[in-house]
């Protein structure tokens, strides 16, 4: 079995390759000692590894514990995948092509496997990130904003006088016209990225003269997808899907 591990700016999640097949895990919020809380989640689910293949976004620190746990716990190194210029029929549109995040590399690869034709990916997640890939498979370029929580605790820090510790309930949905301050800030920040992942598309559209398929993942995808305009795709596992690939690939 393999352990493939997406490790985010907030989230953990967890799935494996058993037989070559993709099996969905779980997820954890990061937090202190939270190496530990997922290697005993993966504990209590029996799994004995032969390969950990990680994508990650964590500093530095976090990476050498999570190689020192799983050396300790099932004697395997951790596989930690990285960017490339090109793989699986995606081609790396940045001037510096190490530099593209590797969560939003392995969603590229991912989902070109699962839709053909143009697509814009947007992963709705602590950051909110968009990229968009061609017909041919030549990525061209990003954005990258505050996710809604972000947007929220923006206000909430930088702003004097808002004091909504109290009614705070932002964030569960979204809603129009609040009649609080706490739902206008978390309406505030829905309704911006629904605007902007919108706007991207139909500007992605008008400038490649073709129909974009919209690919969503992240943790707030979900409550945002209704308000979206267009029909989308919402893949929550996309990053993981896309270190099945690389991993199923070096397993050959």
């Known amino acids: 079995m393999i352990l493939l591990l997406d490790i985010g700016n907030t989230r953990i999640k967890w799935a494996s390759l058993i037989g070559g097949e993709f099996q969905s895990g779980g997820a954890l919020r990061r937090g202190d000692g939270d190496v530990r809380c997922v290697i005993d989640a993966l504990q209590a689910k029996q799994y004995g590894p032969r390969r950990v293949v990680v994508s990650n976004v964590a500093q530095d620190g976090y990476r050498e514990q999570l190689q020192s746990e799983v050396a300790t716990l099932w004697g395997c190194q951790v596989e930690f995948v990285a960017t490339s210029a090109a793989a699986f029929g995606v081609v790396n549109g940045y001037d ?4 593209l995040g590797v969560d939003r590399w392995l969603a590229l690869i991912a989902a070109r496997q699962l839709l053909d034709g143009a697509l814009c990916i947007v992963d709705c997640g602590t950051a909110l990130t968009v990229d968009l890939l061609s017909a ?13 929580s972000l947007m929220q605790d923006a206000l909430l820090n930088n702003t004097e006088g808002l004091n909504v510790l109290n009614e705070w309930q932002a964030g569960d949905e979204m809603q129009f016209m609040m009649r609080n301050t706490a739902d206008a800030i978390s309406g505030g920040a829905c309704y911006t990225a629904v605007a902007l992942i919108d706007r991207l598309l139909s500007d992605a559209q008008t400038k490649l003269g073709a129909e974009v398929s919209l690919v969503l993942t992240g943790g707030d995808a979900e409550m945002l997808k209704p308000h979206l305009q267009g029909e989308s795709l919402f893949e929550p596992d996309l990053v993981l899907k896309g270190v099945a690939m690389v991993a199923g690939a070096a397993d050959q």
């Open 96 to 99: 510096e092509p190490r530099s």
């Open 136 to 148: 041919d498979g030549l990525h061209l370029g990003g954005m990258i904003v505050p996710g809604v």
